[in-house]
Each structure stands twice: as C-alpha cells, then as structure tokens.
C-alpha cells in the first residue's frame, strides 16, 4: 500500500473510533455516598517531595497525592522524618493555595498488607484508623483532607508478593466504606463538613499485569479485580491509570500511552484510553467522577529485531525512564535516536536502529492531546505519575494542566 493511502486509512481509523465514545455524560448515574460531581475540573498530581513544595507551581494544580504510606501487617505505616517535613511543608502552601486538597496515597505498587487490612470488618476498622491517627490526626486539622487509596492489584495482576484472594473484590469495597465512614466521623469531630473530607481510588487500566509468577505477564479485567459500579459510587476521584499499557510483562515493544488502538496492534481493543474509557462507563464508572491519568516516564526497550522501525517486536530489556532523564544527553539528545510521532495513537517515540532501542514516552504535545481528550468527553479532569519525574521548567505539568485553566 502507498503511503498516502496508508495515512488515509490511519486516519479515518482514528475518526472511527473517536466516533464510538459518547461526549456527553452518561444518564442513570447512581447516586453516591460520595460528593456530587466537582465544579471544578480535578488538576492533580503524585507528589513524594520531589520537586520541594516551594518550587511547586500551585497555581496549576489544585490537588495532591502525597506517596506512600505502606499498608503493610494490616496497618499504616507512621510517617517517617521525611514525609513529614514533606506534608508539613504543605501548611504554607495552603495558606496561600486555600483551594488545594492533600490527599495521602496508600499503597502502590508492589505494596502489600491491604488483604489483611481489608479481610474482616474488625480488620478494616483497626487499618482504617490506623490510617487516621498516623496520617491525618497526626497533623493539624485541615492540612490533610483525606486519603488516596492505591492497591494494585486485588484479587489478580499483582506480584505474588502481595498475596491475594478472590474475596479481595468484594473486600476492597468495603474498605472503602469504610474509609468514608471513618472520614465523616473525622470531619464532625473536628468541625469540618463532612463533604470536606475526600476519597479517591487509583484503578489500573493496563490490559497486561502480572501473571502470578512476578516474571510473566497475562490479561488484566479491572472488573474482575473491583466492582467498578461501586467504586464509582463511593468515591470523590476516580484515578484511571491510562498508562502502563505496555510494560515489562508485554511480549513485544509497544505505546506505554496510547490514545486510540493502532492499526496492526496487538493488544485488545481496550488497552488505549479511548478503549479504557468505554471500559469503565460501560462498568457503570460515572465519567464526570472519572481522572485521566497520564505517565511522565517512559519505557525504552532493547528489541531483537529492527523490523517496524523496532515497533512491536520481541524485546530483552526494558528501562524505566523519567522524562527528564529521557530529554537528557543520553536519549534525545543522542544523535543515534531518531525522534518520531505516531499520528494515531497521539505519542512520539525515540528509535536507535544500531542499539536495537525502541523508547515510548509522553512531550508536551502528547499530554495537551490527552488532557483535551478528557475535557471534551466531560472527565473530571487530569493527574500524573508523577512530579518529579518532570523537567525543570515543568512542561509536562503545563500541558496537562493548560487547557483546563484556560477560558
């Protein structure tokens, strides 16, 4: 096929697809124990300190997810020295950025404990509270305005490390019940409205996780691991992690954050965003409570052949690689990597053909497409993983947040 017939046919596959996401909101949303919908979009990022919080540009975000506290043994962790001068550096913050909402994230990946924690009624209650005391009794009443809960994976497509059960689906609902039961009785205690206090969850979207042996990969269904319906009930934030679509466990290089399914992709039609989005409102995820996620990292795989221009072939490596690392010397800025841009899937890509090296990363570019993606379709708004991932003049940050904060 010639290629102006090939950038036709590419084209008009976008189209189609686009076409298949309705903009507007879903009707029948159920109603949730959780604050209506915002009436402002949720700019958020994960934060570990990195960059300081006085070299935060606030004035693009309006939420944090401060990372981690560990669930592990059933319980919360204590902060540490350094997380504490972390979340105690926020207090100024607020006091310029009344607006701003801190979140603690728990978990991660990796993270084990929350199959004790969430395993029995008299389980979820100690590791609830436990959170409450440590993270948020612990500091100043209003500068920590809830958590972020962050399991990966119940039930399956986590490391066997973590451990799980099939009653983990069924489980994690109720530990988030109990979340924001613990959370409206922290706000009357405290004299705060109970609306004040916030509960967001972090869902993965990536088709191909962990098959159990730590090594392998295998199909990933979210609705297997949470009742989506209710997760989508109970919580403020919805994060839907559109990213790590391809990871170490995928079996050839591919997009890491595909906005559309590609022509001659072997993934399903669900690992992209458009694919992820339908996924979850046909699941009963209310799309106004919905946040988009988008990576401010990128995967380089060392692949074995360099058919494709080394896209979607076999690989013996992959490297995780922040964006700033990737916009440094030894990336982009290496004359071997010639720089790229997929017009269908909406991301650009580093190719080496001497190396055999074959990068999937986010720019500017990319991220300002997502984020108006999400804002057309009436999301909620946009987060990342994570800040200090970033480059200094916080470009990603600018693209995600640009298009909301403009008239």
Same mark, same amino acid.
């Given at each position: 096929m010639r290629p102006k017939n090939l950038a036709l046919r590419l084209g008009l596959c976008l189209a189609a697809v686009l076409a298949l996401l309705p903009a507007s909101p879903a009707s029948g949303t159920p109603e949730t124990e959780a604050a209506p919908p915002p009436d402002r979009p949720i700019l958020e990022a994960f934060w570990g300190g990195t960059p300081p919080a006085d070299q935060v540009p606030w004035e693009m975000l309006n939420t944090i997810s401060y990372w981690f506290a560990s669930p592990a043994g059933g319980r919360c962790s204590t902060p540490d020295t350094k997380q504490r001068k972390d979340i105690e550096s926020l207090a100024a913050v607020k006091r310029d950025h009344p607006d701003l909402t801190v979140l603690i994230s728990i978990g991660g990946w990796a993270a084990p404990g929350f199959g004790a924690g969430a395993?029995?009624?008299?389980?979820?209650?100690?590791?609830?509270?436990?959170?409450?005391?440590?993270?948020? *009794?612990? /500091?100043p009443?209003? %500068? =920590?305005?809830?958590?972020?809960?962050?399991?990966?994976?119940?039930?399956s497509g986590g490391l066997p490390s973590i451990g799980n059960s099939p009653a983990d689906r069924a489980n994690f609902t109720l530990l988030l019940k109990e979340f924001r039961a613990q959370l409206q009785r922290y706000a009357r205690d405290h004299g705060r409205p109970a609306r004040a206090m916030k509960l967001s969850a972090d869902i993965p979207a990536g088709r191909v996780q962990d098959d159990g042996t730590g090594t392998g990969g295998a199909p990933y269904d979210a609705s297997n691991s949470f009742d989506l319906?209710?997760?989508?009930?109970?919580?403020?934030?919805?994060?839907?992690?559109?990213?790590?679509?391809?990871?170490?466990?995928?079996?050839? *290089?591919? /997009?890491?954050?595909? %906005? =559309?399914?590609?022509?001659?992709?072997?993934?399903?039609?669900?690992?992209?965003?458009?694919?992820?989005?339908?996924?979850?409102?046909?699941?009963?995820?209310?799309?106004e409570k919905i946040v988009l996620g988008v990576p401010f990292y990128g995967r380089a795989f060392t692949v074995t052949s360099t058919?494709?221009?080394?896209?979607?072939?076999?690989?013996?490596?992959?490297?995780?690689?922040?964006?700033?690392?990737?916009?440094?010397?030894?990336?982009?800025?290496?004359p071997g990597f010639r720089k790229g841009w997929d017009p269908i899937v909406r991301s650009p890509y580093l190719w080496n053909p001497e190396k055999k090296i074959w990068v999937s990363y986010e720019n500017p570019r990319s991220i300002q497409d997502r984020s108006l993606f999400a804002k057309r379709h009436r999301l909620a708004g946009m987060m990342m993983w994570e800040l200090g991932a970033d480059d200094p003049q916080h470009s990603l940050l600018a693209a995600m947040t640009g298009p909301w904060l403009r008239p």
């Open positions: 395993a029995t009624a008299e389980s979820r209650r100690a590791f609830v509270k436990s959170c409450v005391d440590q993270w948020l *009794s612990a /500091f009443a209003g %500068l =920590v305005d809830g958590f972020d809960v962050d399991w990966e994976f119940p039930v319906r209710e997760v989508g009930r109970l919580v403020d934030i919805f994060n839907l992690m559109t990213y790590d679509f391809c990871t170490g466990y995928s079996k050839f *290089s591919c /997009f890491n954050d595909p %906005l =559309v399914k590609r022509p001659g992709d072997p993934n399903d039609e669900y690992n992209n965003n458009v694919g992820a989005l339908k996924y979850m409102t046909d699941h009963g995820v209310p799309r058919a494709n221009d080394g896209l979607y072939q076999p690989y013996t490596a992959m490297q995780f690689l922040d964006y700033k690392v990737l916009m440094g010397p030894e990336w982009a800025g290496d």
